[in-house]
Structure formats: structure tokens, C-alpha cells
């Protein structure tokens, strides 16, 4: 097999993977979609009839709150499942030699895992969450007074309750700033383990980063120790440093990972 890349064997690749997986990416679509809509409708329904006469801030700010962790909950479960299920058929004794010898590089079948785990998952849950945020909020918006003004000392600041998801992701107290380096590793990790594990991937996948996270912190500890220890940070750049630190070593760790994961598809198949 000549295991040089190219490029029309590996769009065919694609749409085989799409053909064997379509069904499953779609049910897994519609079950986040379902708790999407039922998460918004709850809120919307609070909002339209509010059933236990609750202040509208309250309901605000909690929403504000949950939507974050709903997010970050729904993105991770989504994301590591796809990730874990990439290479299954490798894991199953009746296709594990189909797989192997299927007209394609192992580069390019790495290439098309990684693209639909990877990119194309993250793209496409980023989209479908803020489509139905901006649909939900929208439409609340027509018929509420979503911002208010508050005055600090001879400072005016103007406060959306209603907030698109957009602008609450900018928002630097909430710490998305870490989900971006958590999800890439995310992948990785399960990305491997689906590989790596020939049965109950997802559950291995996340007791191997359960330990990778303990491991991971204590290195964040001592390396923050060592870089700044004694030293006055200034500014925002208590903020920034952390994030940056761990946004350097999630994505060397990532990429680290991902080589391994292609050296394990190399070590499958010989």
C-alpha cells in the first residue's frame, strides 16, 4: 500500500467515514439538540409565565450562570464521545481487518478521525449553540427590557441581562479562556484511548485523564512556583499568565497525543 498522501483518496475516505458513522454523529446531534431546546424553553418559559412569581433579575442571573456550564458540560460530553468512537472499528474483531486493509494511507485515515473528531465537531457545536441562543434570545428580547444602567461613582455602565451568548463568552470572569485548551486536550487524549483501548474506550479514555489531570496540576503548581515565585505581577497579568501557561502546555500535550495516536494507528496496522 503506498501510504504517501492523497488528496481524492482521502475525500473518498471522508465520505466513507461519514456513510459508516452518519447515523450515530446524527442521533448524538439530535440528543443535543433536545437538551439545547429543552434548557432554552425551560428559560423562556420562566421568563413568559414565570409560574412561581420569581424576580426577573434572579432568573436572569442564574440563567447567565447555568448557560455557561451547560456549555462547557454539553461541549465536553460531545466532543470526547466523538473522539472515542473515531477508531472503534479497530477495537471490533469483525471489521478490525477491513479497517486494516482499506485502500488508504494511515495518514490520511488519521487525517479523516482527527477532521471529524476534532474540527469539524468543535465547529459544528460552536454553530448549533449559538444558533439557538441567538434564536431563544432574540426573541426574548423583543419582549423584555434586557439592559438597565448602573453608576459607578461618575462612571456609567450599561448592564445586559439578556446578553447573547457572544458577548458572555468575551467576558473574562466566567474563564472560558480555559475550555478552548481543555476541549483540544480533550480530544487528544480520547482521540488516543479509542486507538489505544480495544473495548470500553470512553470509560478507559476518561479514568487516563482523570490522571492526567492530577498530574497536570500539580506541574501547573510547580512551574507557577518556579516562573513567578517572589515576583509582583502587575496589571492583568495574574489574569493572563495562568492562561497562557496552561494554553502552551495543553497544546504541546495535545500535539504530543495526537503523534502518538498516529504512531498507535501505524503500530495497528503493521
Known amino acids: 500500500m503506498n501510504n504517501t498522501f492523497d488528496i481524492n483518496r482521502f475525500f473518498k475516505l471522508i465520505r466513507r467515514h461519514w456513510l459508516s458513522n452518519g447515523k450515530e ?3 448524538m446531534v439530535a440528543a443535543l439538540l433536545a437538551i439545547l431546546l429543552y434548557f432554552y424553553g425551560n428559560f423562556a418559559y420562566k421568563v413568559f409565565y414565570n409560574p412561581d412569581n420569581i424576580d426577573l433579575e434572579v432568573i436572569y442571573r442564574e440563567f447567565r450562570g447555568k448557560r455557561v456550564t451547560v456549555f462547557i458540560i454539553l461541549g465536553a460530553l460531545y466532543m470526547t464521545y466523538i473522539a472515542s468512537s473515531s477508531f472503534k472499528m479497530y477495537g471490533m ?8 486493509m482499506l485502500p488508504a494511507s494511515q495518514l490520511e485515515k488519521f487525517l479523516s478521525a482527527w477532521l471529524f473528531s476534532f474540527v469539524l465537531a468543535f465547529v459544528f457545536y460552536l454553530a448549533l449553540f449559538f444558533l439557538i441562543d441567538l434564536s431563544f434570545m432574540s426573541y426574548i428580547r423583543t419582549h423584555f427590557t434586557s439592559e438597565y444602567i448602573v453608576y459607578w461613582g461618575d462612571q456609567k455602565i450599561v448592564v445586559d441581562n439578556l446578553a447573547y451568548f457572544s458577548t458572555v463568552i468575551m467576558d473574562e470572569s466566567v474563564g472560558l479562556q480555559y475550555w478552548y485548551t481543555i476541549a483540544v486536550v480533550l480530544n487528544a487524549f480520547f482521540l488516543l484511548g479509542g486507538i489505544f483501548f480495544s473495548r470500553l474506550q470512553f470509560i ?3 479514568i487516563s485523564f482523570a490522571i492526567y489531570l492530577a498530574v497536570f496540576v500539580l506541574l501547573f503548581y510547580f512551574i507557577q512556583r518556579f516562573m513567578f515565585d517572589g515576583k509582583v505581577w502587575l496589571g492583568h497579568t495574574a489574569v493572563e499568565n495562568p492562561v497562557l501557561i496552561s494554553s502552551i502546555l495543553g497544546w504541546l500535550l495535545s500535539i504530543s497525543l495526537w503523534i ?3 504512531v498507535r494507528l501505524k503500530e495497528k496496522e503493521a
Open 25 to 27: 454523529y446524527i442521533l
Open 93 to 100: 474483531p469483525s471489521s478490525v481487518i477491513q479497517e486494516i
Open 204 to 206: 478507559k479514555s476518561i
Open 260 to 262: 502518538i495516536t498516529f
